[in-house]
T-cell receptor
Framework: GESVGLHLPTLSVQEGDNSIINCAYS??????FIWYKQESGKGPQFIID?????DKRQGQRVTVLLNKTVKHLSLQIAATQPGDSAVYFC??????????FGAGTTVTVRA | GAGVSQSPSNKVTEKGKDVELRCDPI?????LYWYRQSLGQGLEFLIY????????KSGLPSDRFSAERTGGSVSTLTIQRTQQEDSAVYLC?????????FGQGTRLTVV
């Protein structure tokens, strides 16, 4: 079946550097994508979203890029901080409001 | 309330016992989701309620699992005759649009 997946399970980044987390999706009907951040012992928290009619959206220190041609989504975190250490999930909404999640990428920030 | 509330936060039960997990969604949110998250894994969809429509139960792993949503608000996830493989964090989320807001989860341990 169609699913959302992540390219890499872990990412180690030096504090202050930029982070890039990647996500591949296969449902061409998906029209809405979300990045969530999950810290240890907590539920996932919304970071940023993007609709399929856009290819880039910026937030505070975060940017999401969407490439519909290759069905690829990425999350860029600028000037990564220790508080950015978490598991990051991408999710897609295929129009029926049922979110499908990937396995997640664990980001560890080195001091 | 200010956010999605789940109770209990932790539950230890003996194999074979039944458990009930509760979710109080954000007031006014018409959609409610249950997900399961095993240690170090992604989010596994269980069930989805949207307004007065019939719930999407396609993610329930067996007939030991069931869920209700009373009055379009509070939801209860019931697991009968629990097994050790049911041990996981059970996450509830609610939404009024394509994005979903998560609770902190209930950590279920079956011993």
């Amino acid at each position: 079946g169609e699913s959302v997946g992540l390219h890499l399970p872990t990412l180690s980044v030096q504090e202050g550097d930029n982070s890039i987390i990647n996500c591949a999706y296969s449902n061409s009907a998906s029209d809405y994508f979300i990045w969530y951040k999950q810290e240890s012992g907590k539920g996932p928290q919304f970071i940023i979203d993007i609709r399929s009619n856009m290819d880039k959206r910026q937030g505070q220190r975060v940017t999401v890029l969407l490439n519909k041609t290759v069905k690829h989504l990425s999350l860029q975190i600028a000037a990564t901080q220790p508080g950015d250490s978490a598991v990051y999930f991408c999710a897609e909404n295929g129009g029926d409001y049922k979110l499908s999640f990937g396995a997640g990428t664990t980001v560890t920030v080195r001091a | 309330g200010a956010g999605v509330s789940q109770s209990p936060s932790n539950k230890v039960t003996e194999k074979g016992k039944d458990v009930e997990l509760r979710c109080d969604p954000i007031s006014g949110h018409t959609a409610l989701y249950w997900y399961r998250q095993s240690l170090g894994q992604g989010l596994e969809f269980l069930i989805y309620f949207q307004g007065n429509s019939a719930p999407d139960k396609s993610g329930l792993p067996s007939d030991r699992f069931s869920a209700e949503r009373t009055g379009g608000s509070v939801s209860t996830l019931t697991i009968q005759r629990t097994q050790q493989e049911d041990s996981a964090v059970y996450l509830c989320a609610s939404s009024s649009g394509p994005n979903a807001f998560f609770g902190q989860g209930t950590r279920l341990t079956v011993v």
